[in-house]
């Protein structure tokens, strides 16, 4: 009788092991950097130690270990007591596992743990092929280490080409235990390959509260230049309260792109933030400006300063900037201008939340007294240079208040 010995060799050790399964994916390779910056730190593989390969390199081959095993030829393995299976890159464990010897589908039943490919996932139950590398796992908690993605489902899927779908689940790039932020939907497709997720139903919550809600989410998971919403930015000071900035990020062409960003300053309003780049063989160019109307905290002051006493009138706030770095032949030309509404819109509300922006190179700080304006051509030879140059400045204390 030919058995399915002949397609895979199946390898069992007996063992007896204290794995502690209580802690979520992300706190079991979870690494703190120590910083006391928010969600600082990094997710690092941390396999259980398998059963030996006997082979190395043979995808075919499946080793396991558990406490008991019963076998039957042929038809199936079932494992108890701390079992664990590995294929190639695949290694699943948990209390029980039985695998069917000629389809190589598997049930797991509690304490479930699931690797491969960079993907740790741990739950309660769940189902899958090895052959096709592919699981189910209910009740589950995840982590993609190269994304530094973590989550949780209801239920969750994933194939060895490294695409998650989470049903009723959300995901976030915080470190464990931290709410800072999260998405949650009801249905998030996690597509690896691509460089991009897709969301149906979703709400962003901070601290665990839903902040605003889609129907349709498109978003990024790792550096490539995808159209979508990017991660969003959080902070809170004592003058504006909560700070929560949402961007979403047009990729229109290779050499332009664009982004608009949606901030919500609890104490203020809304912001508008927008920022276009486009570049070609002679030439970067970027502008980028903000706008703020009926600043509430701002508009219940009397006085602009109380030193200067000047009478206070309400009036919209905005900040504009505009680069360009350009050559052609021995010709280099230069342009930074930046503008602001009033003297006190970089102190209460800082400068463009989006780090494209050379925003930052124009000035030291928000307390520097003017806000610098600079174009420079330049011609160069083998032996001499010329170049004009004009510079101005905005006077953040002599800006005329409307």
């Known amino acids: 009788m030919i058995t399915h010995l002949r397609f895979y060799q199946l390898v069992l050790f007996f063992i007896c092991s204290t794995q502690v399964l209580a802690d979520s994916a992300a706190k079991t390779d979870w690494v703190s950097n120590n910083k006391p910056n928010q969600c600082q730190g990094k997710y690092v593989n941390k396999p259980e130690d398998p059963p030996q390969v006997l082979s190395g390199g043979n995808s075919r081959l499946i080793n ?10 042929g038809i199936s393995t079932t494992l108890t007591g701390d079992a664990i299976i590995k294929k190639g890159e695949q290694l699943i464990g948990g209390n029980s596992i039985t695998l069917d010897a000629l389809t190589e589908n598997y049930k797991i039943e509690g304490n479930v743990h ?32 190269d994304n530094r993605l973590r989550g949780s489902a209801r239920e969750l899927r994933a194939d060895q080409n490294k695409t998650l779908t989470i049903t009723e689940g959300d995901f976030t790039t915080c470190e464990p235990d931290s709410k800072a932020w999260a998405i949650r939907g009801q249905k998030i497709e996690l597509i690896n390959e691509q460089g991009y997720g897709t969301a149906k139903h ?14 349709y989410f498109r978003f990024p998971i790792d550096d490539s230049r995808h159209s979508g919403f990017l991660w969003p930015l959080i902070s809170h000071d004592g003058d504006g309260g909560t700070d929560i900035a949402v961007p979403y990020y047009f990729n229109i062409k290779p050499n332009l792109d664009a982004t608009y960003t949606l901030r919500n300053v609890w104490k203020r309003g809304i912001i508008h933030e927008s920022e276009l780049r486009y570049q070609n ?30 009478q206070f009138e309400k009036q919209d706030r905005w900040l ?13 030309s230069s342009l ?18 989006t780090n494209n922006s050379e925003f930052g ?27 004009l140059e004009l510079q101005s400045f905005q006077e953040l204390n002599q800006i005329k208040r409307n």
């Open 64 to 73: 396991a270990s558990a406490e008991r095993a019963l076998h039957e030829e």
């Open 114 to 145: 699931f690797r491969q490919n960079g993907i740790f996932i741990k739950g309660r139950s769940g189902a899958g092929n090895l052959d096709k590398g592919t699981t189910k796992i209910e009740t589950a908690s995840f982590v993609l280490h």
């Open 202 to 215: 979703v709400s962003i919550r901070v601290k665990d509260i839903p902040i605003a809600y889609f129907p």
């Open 281 to 310: 063989k002679y030439s970067e160019n970027l502008i980028a400006g903000t706008f703020l109307q009926s600043d509430s905290q701002y508009d219940a002051r009397r006085t602009i300063a109380p030193a200067a006493g000047t």
């Open 320 to 332: 504009t900037h505009l680069s360009h770095k350009g050559k052609i032949g021995r010709l280099t």
């Open 336 to 353: 930074i201008y930046t503008s602001v509404s009033d003297s006190d819109y970089l102190d209460d509300l800082g400068g463009f939340t």
């Open 361 to 387: 190179t124009t000035m030291d700080s928000s307390k520097d007294p003017a806000l610098l304006r600079k174009g420079r051509i330049s011609y160069t030879t083998k032996s001499w240079r010329s170049t």
